[in-house]
């Protein structure tokens, strides 16, 4: 089973950018698809971006569509989200994710890291 570690999180202002790091470990990284979701206080968590296994396949929401970038490194066991043109509303704790499968459903994501807190000042 992978391990998932996220970094990046941070505070930044309005329009501003970020990009969140998530390094994986202890399985086979480039038999997973790879996501990011996040958790807002009191909002369910959702999927925001995902890759497939070689990089070849990208979804996106469509609240970040245009402003969000996933890719992945698997030569470095890494996948990225760019966060550009961040709004007070991204705020959130941003999850990376590994599914076997490409899904947009939380629960067949079987591997997930601890979270990074993104706060957007406005």
């Known amino acids: 089973q992978v391990q998932l570690v996220e970094s990046g999180g941070g505070l930044v202002q309005a329009g501003g950018s970020l990009r969140l790091s998530c390094a994986a470990s202890?399985?086979?990284?480039?038999?997973?698809?790879m996501g990011w979701f996040r958790q807002a206080p009191g909002k369910e968590r959702e999927l925001l971006a995902r890759?497939?296994?070689?990089?070849?396949?990208?979804y996106y929401a469509d609240s970040v569509k245009g402003r969000f970038t996933i890719t992945r490194d698997n030569a470095k066991n890494a996948v990225y989200l760019q966060m550009n043109s961040l709004k007070p509303e991204d705020a959130a704790v941003y999850y990376c994710?590994?599914?076997?499968?490409?899904?947009?459903?939380?629960?067949?994501?079987?591997?997930w890291g601890q979270g990074t807190q993104v706060t957007v000042a406005s």
């Open positions: 994710a590994a599914a076997l499968t490409s899904s947009e459903c939380a629960t067949n994501y079987t591997a």
């Open positions: 202890g399985g086979t990284f480039s038999s997973y698809v």
């Open positions: 890759v497939s296994w070689r990089g070849l396949t990208t």
